[in-house]
């Protein structure tokens, strides 16, 4: 596997471009939490699929479609900057990778853990530029979504739409977070009614709990789905 960082938009993204990659080969975009967590997700995929791993500083504004209200006193308020986000991913960030490395990908994957899951839901809705979606314990609390949910259709329909969580998420003694398998529950079934394969699986353990793991759990179901 080769390691590829580049600075893109004053962003810097690694490429992970196993050796039986091919320039068609599928990409998946994911915004690990650190370098260790995006090395150990690239050690679990197939060999044959490019990683492109870029962090995010900002979650609580990058990842949010609308401005909400703080999850914890010492947090940061919800910024709704995901409008912003998705832009700049798929008109500049994306596109330049692509260039840069060669890649004319035959499907583009976008992974997201927590609120990035929240905003590869919500990149769904608002773009076909990713044809596989996977929200791993996506924040589907988050203040309005189920509202937008249940008035709103994908702008294209992807080809494959991945949903997980963990079994003591709804556990949270914060009754924000603790709405999140019930409302994870509903918006799977309002994709259930679309042409398109995704299921939901429930892990054991909590929010933080093997988040690399998951990830590449999700990535092999996308890849196996359509």
Known sequence: MTR???TLQNRQLTAYLPARHRPDSPTLLVFPDSPAEADAL???LPDYIALLALPEAHWEHAFTPWRAPKLFAKGADFGGGADETLRQLTEQILPEAERELGLQPQWRG???YSLAGLFALYAAYCSGYFQRIASVSGSLWF?????FVATHTPATLPQAVYFSLGDKEAQSRNPRMAAVQTATEAVFARWQQYACPTTLEINAGGHFDNVPQRLAQ????LIEAA
């Open 4 to 6: 590829n960082t580049l």
């Open 218 to 221: 999700a990535a092999r179901w």
């Open 42 to 44: 690239a050690a679990l």
């Open 110 to 112: 976008l992974l997201g």
């Open 143 to 147: 203040d309005g979504w189920s509202d």
